[in-house]
């Protein structure tokens, strides 16, 4: 039976561990999605070289993000999860496209400036590649060559989906209405920041302190918390960014009666944070104990989730290149034999 729905596509970069600040700004919609959508979600090692990496490493985490998003709940019954470089394809696509998209086109990508000015840039042996100006040609290939309607992401990729339409419709001009236009998800999701340092984004390149991690013991999850800072320099009337991330944070968790009670707590002058860190602390460890248990679970299941992961690029990769053979065709390539 040829499934009717609409198709969503979307990519995460292989790191070391997935954190609360992932699962609750992306991963937690990616499950959700798939009730509605045929969903395509991908690990994205090709990305993941465009930065310095060291390779024992990058192939240990792109093989534990798949089992870390099968944790959520990404459920190989309902969508395809797979490896991109399993996919060759996706490469031969990006070459191709590439001669779809000007140079002064990357040269405005803003995330091409900020990595390339990255402290990251700055250290001995480094170089900006061009697989980082590239990159998001790359992104664009991922899209089209499944031909998805509609992109999951942060803000931080509008603008990388913006070019995949503009590489899809110069494509669609030259030729024919080949590509989908690929629309972006947005979905409101909570911005959550850095525990020790709420001036910053919750993110892993801060430092492990910076993060609160999906499979960290209880008692580190705990400290962190209890540990996070609240009110810095003189009281206002608005809440300070610390607090207000951990209402948020307790919100994300799904403790709505609790972010009542104790905003009203608050907005009487009665709060104490140590009460809120608490309840957001219970909130965290309660989620994190079902990841680890679905983890172990996965692990431990005869169903080699190895082997689960390649008949997932496998039949990827039967889209793949289906997509590839028609666009050889329209741009003048020969006809392989296969
Ligand atoms: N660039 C995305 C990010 O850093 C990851 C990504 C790669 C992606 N390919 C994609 C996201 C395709 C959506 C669709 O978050």
Same mark, same amino acid.
């Given at each position: 039976?040829?499934?009717?729905?609409?198709?969503?596509?979307?990519?995460?970069?292989?790191?070391?561990?997935?954190?609360?600040?992932?699962?609750?700004?992306? $991963?937690?919609?990616?499950? !959700? &999605?798939?009730?509605?959508?045929? +969903?395509?979600? %991908?690990?994205?090692?090709?990305?993941? #070289? *465009?930065?310095?990496?060291?390779?024992?490493?990058?192939?240990?985490?792109?093989?534990?993000?798949?089992?870390?998003?099968?944790?959520?709940?990404?459920?190989?019954?309902?969508?395809?999860?797979?490896?991109?470089?399993? $996919?060759?394809?996706?490469? !031969? &696509?990006?070459?191709?496209?590439? +001669?779809?998209? %000007?140079?002064?086109?990357?040269?405005? #990508? *803003?995330?091409?400036?900020?990595?390339?000015?990255?402290?990251?840039?700055?250290?001995?042996?480094?170089?900006?590649?061009?697989?980082?100006?590239?990159?998001?040609?790359?992104?664009?290939?991922?899209?089209?060559?499944?031909?998805?309607?509609?992109?999951?992401?942060?803000?931080?990729?509008?603008?990388?989906?913006?070019?995949?339409?503009?590489?899809?419709?110069?494509?669609?001009?030259?030729?024919?209405?080949?590509?989908?236009?690929?629309?972006?998800?947005?979905?409101?999701?909570?911005?959550?920041?850095?525990?020790?340092?709420?001036?910053?984004?919750?993110?892993?390149?801060?430092?492990?302190?910076?993060?609160?991690?999906?499979?960290?013991?209880?008692?580190?999850?705990?400290?962190?918390?209890?540990?996070?800072?609240?009110?810095?320099?003189?009281?206002?009337?608005?809440?300070?960014?610390?607090?207000?991330?951990?209402?948020?944070?307790?919100?994300?968790?799904?403790?709505?009666?609790?972010?009542?009670?104790?905003?009203?707590?608050?907005?009487?002058?009665?709060?104490?944070?140590?009460?809120?860190?608490?309840?957001?602390?219970?909130?965290?460890?309660?989620?994190?104990?079902?990841?680890?248990?679905?983890?172990?679970?996965?692990?431990?299941?005869?169903?080699?989730?190895?082997?689960?992961?390649?008949?997932?690029?496998?039949?990827?990769?039967?889209?793949?290149?289906?997509?590839?053979?028609?666009?050889?065709?329209?741009?003048?390539?020969?006809?392989?034999?296969?």
């Amino acid at each position: 039976m040829k499934n009717t729905k609409s198709r969503v596509f979307s990519g995460i970069q292989p790191t070391s561990e997935m954190h609360f600040g992932n699962y609750f700004g992306a $991963v937690k919609n990616w499950i !959700e &999605l798939q009730e509605k959508y045929e +969903c395509i979600y %991908s690990v994205v090692d090709y990305h993941a #070289m *465009t930065m310095p990496y060291i390779p024992t490493e990058l192939q240990s985490n792109t093989m534990n993000m798949v089992i870390d998003l099968m944790a959520c709940g990404v459920d190989p019954e309902k969508s395809i999860l797979f490896i991109q470089s399993l $996919v060759p394809e996706h490469v !031969e &696509l990006c070459w191709i496209l590439s +001669c779809y998209c %000007s140079y002064g086109e990357l040269q405005r #990508m *803003t995330q091409f400036k900020d990595k390339s000015e990255s402290d990251k840039m700055l250290e001995k042996g480094n170089i900006v590649s061009s697989g980082l100006f590239t990159y998001p040609i790359l992104q664009a290939a991922d899209i089209l060559l499944y031909r998805a309607e509609s992109v999951p992401v942060g803000k931080d990729q509008e603008q990388h989906l913006e070019l995949s339409r503009n590489i899809a419709n110069r494509f669609n001009s030259r030729h024919e209405i080949y590509f989908t236009e690929p629309k972006a998800l947005f979905t409101e999701v909570p911005k959550l920041l850095s525990l020790a340092d709420p001036s910053k984004k919750m993110s892993k390149s801060l430092g492990d302190q910076h993060v609160v991690r999906l499979f960290e013991p209880e008692a580190s999850i705990r400290k962190k918390v209890k540990s996070a800072v609240t009110d810095v320099g003189p009281k206002t009337d608005t809440l300070s960014p610390g607090v207000a991330n951990l209402f948020e944070l307790l919100k994300a968790c799904g403790k709505m009666a609790e972010h009542g009670e104790l905003m009203n707590d608050y907005n009487a002058g009665t709060l104490k944070y140590s009460a809120l860190k608490e309840y957001v602390a219970n909130g965290l460890v309660e989620l994190s104990k079902q990841f680890i248990d679905r983890k172990a679970e996965l692990t431990g299941s005869s169903r080699d989730i190895e082997a689960q992961v390649h008949d997932m690029s496998e039949k990827a990769r039967v889209i793949a290149k289906e997509t590839i053979r028609e666009v050889r065709d329209l741009v003048g390539l020969p006809k392989r034999r296969d």
